[in-house]
């Protein structure tokens, strides 16, 4: 049914920046919560920002707050994090997903909270050197 498609990863040094993409097609897009979640090796996903629309809401995890930004542009169906002053921590794979279905109110960065995550980008590897 809906999927998501993932652009815009790669390499970097310290302080550098990236702009994350994820491409929705197949549903309600502008209705549905996005996060965007990261796994580094030998550690559990975490979540490290989200949006939905409809009430404005948008979190980001501590880790990133003040270095990243989540943004959406509807017409093209997109989600967008902009990472800045990137450091070697931030290095993992990251994961766009959309909510299993319509959201109202606030996002969510855990994958079962208000509302689960169901559909998953694919994936892109973020690599940050010191």
């Known amino acids: 049914e809906g999927q998501l498609v993932e652009s815009g990863g790669g390499s970097v040094q310290t302080g550098g920046s990236l702009r994350l993409s994820c491409t929705a097609s197949?549903?309600?897009?502008?209705?549905?919560?996005i996060g965007w979640f990261r796994q580094a090796p030998g550690k559990e996903r975490e979540g490290v920002s989200c949006i939905a629309d409809f009430d404005g809401s948008t979190r980001y995890a501590d880790s990133v707050k003040g270095r990243f930004t989540i943004s959406s542009d509807n017409s093209k169906k997109t989600v967008y994090l902009e990472m800045n002053s990137l450091k070697p921590e931030d290095t993992a794979v990251y994961y766009c997903a959309a909510s299993a279905g319509p959201v109202r109110g606030d996002c969510s960065l855990y994958e079962y909270e208000f509302y689960v995550y169901e559909i998953w980008g694919q994936g892109s590897q973020v690599t940050v050197s010191s």
């Open positions: 197949g549903f309600t897009f502008d209705e549905h919560a």
